[in-house]
């Protein structure tokens, strides 16, 4: 799982990256292409011309135009699922989502978000399902929770796995913490996304993957579940990534057949402008520091190999002779 993906836009003004973007994931595409199951959460439209739905604001409404073809670069790199839940799904309204959707899915992609649309996979024999939320109308909204319960429970009938998608939360960088409380972002509210994600794990859910802050947040184990407050930006050429905004973590987990969080690593990417390993490990040292101080009772452990554990598993091992 990784954040935040935007590839350069040509709204309001062009900026693309070098090369069309040809080398956006050349550093990191290994590790994508290396999962069962790589998602991530796409900011914006792919779409040529169109009408915009905002009035542009520098520092407070964007718009983002991604050119179509660009989705082979997601495809490229090695990403299966991509979510479209987010404040940048409408901002070319219906026909920038149903160009969206259907420049993906002619490179193979899925994608999930507009009007409940629900990613469906099987691997080896497990289905699974990827459930989106957002805060934003035209998908399924985070702010009515007893709603999304009956929507996961439902899903949690037919399928296997449930993973719910949910881009909320304050953003920018006073935005690391993660607390247990409504949150607003240039006063819109953005949920509470600690009880969002723990009532939908209590409705059947088995690992919720969070974005939108725009930086890492803290993971949490609830009820032998992965919460992953937020993967923050992974590649959005033309935005701001200076510190913590330019931190790319890609996180992997592993479940087992029934949803049960095994274990996981935070691999640390960083953009540079363009993604690149980051031996500092800028990313997971974050990740590791706001999960301690976010969820002192119920953060996983997070090894110096950047090794995510349950502490049950943990406290075992130790207790072994």
Same mark, same amino acid.
């Given at each position: ?144 929770? /007893?709603?999304?319960?009956? #929507?996961? $429970?439902? @899903?949690?009938?037919?399928?296997? +796995?449930? %993973? ?97 969080? /095994?274990?996981?690593?935070? #691999?640390? $990417?960083? @953009?540079?402008?363009?993604?690149? +390993?980051? %031996? ?42």
């Amino acid at each position: 799982m990784v954040g935040d993906v935007m590839m350069g836009s040509t709204y309001p003004n062009s900026n693309l990256p070098p090369d069309s973007g040809k080398e956006l994931f050349l550093n990191i595409d290994s590790i994508i292409k290396d999962a069962h199951l790589s998602l991530g959460n796409l900011e914006g439209t792919l779409l040529t011309g169109g009408i915009c739905t905002k009035k542009v604001q520098q520092g407070r409404t964007y718009a983002f135009r991604t050119p179509p073809n660009f989705a082979q670069y997601l495809a490229d790199a090695g990403f299966d699922f991509m979510n479209l839940a987010n404040n940048h799904m409408n901002d070319f309204g219906p026909g920038g989502i149903e160009s969206t959707i259907e420049s993906l899915e002619g490179v193979g992609i899925q994608s999930g978000g507009p009007h409940g649309k629900i990613g469906k996979f099987e691997i080896d024999s497990i289905t699974i399902a990827i459930v989106c939320f957002a805060t934003s109308p035209g998908t399924n909204t985070i702010f009515q929770t /007893k709603e999304a319960q009956k #929507i996961v $429970a439902e @899903q949690a009938r037919q399928y296997d +796995i449930v %993973i719910v998608s949910f881009h909320g939360g304050k953003e920018g960088l006073g935005a690391l913490h993660t607390k247990d409380t409504m949150e607003y972002f240039l006063g819109s509210p953005r949920g509470n996304v600690v009880s969002f994600s723990r009532a939908v794990i209590d409705s059947g859910a088995d690992l919720v993957w969070g974005h939108g802050p725009h930086v890492p947040r803290a993971l949490e184990i609830y009820k032998d579940r992965l919460i992953a407050y937020s993967c923050g930006n992974f590649c959005t050429w033309g935005f701001n990534i200076s510190g913590e905004l330019g931190y790319a973590p890609i996180l992997q987990v592993v479940l087992d057949s029934t949803g049960n969080f /095994k274990h996981g690593k935070i #691999i640390s $990417a960083i @953009q540079n402008p363009f993604l690149e +390993i980051d %031996i500092q490990y800028s990313a997971a040292q974050l990740i590791k520091k706001l999960s301690h101080e976010d969820f002192p009772n119920s953060s996983p452990h997070i090894t110096d190999d950047w090794v995510i554990l349950l502490r049950q598993n943990v406290m075992e091992e130790i207790k072994q002779p």
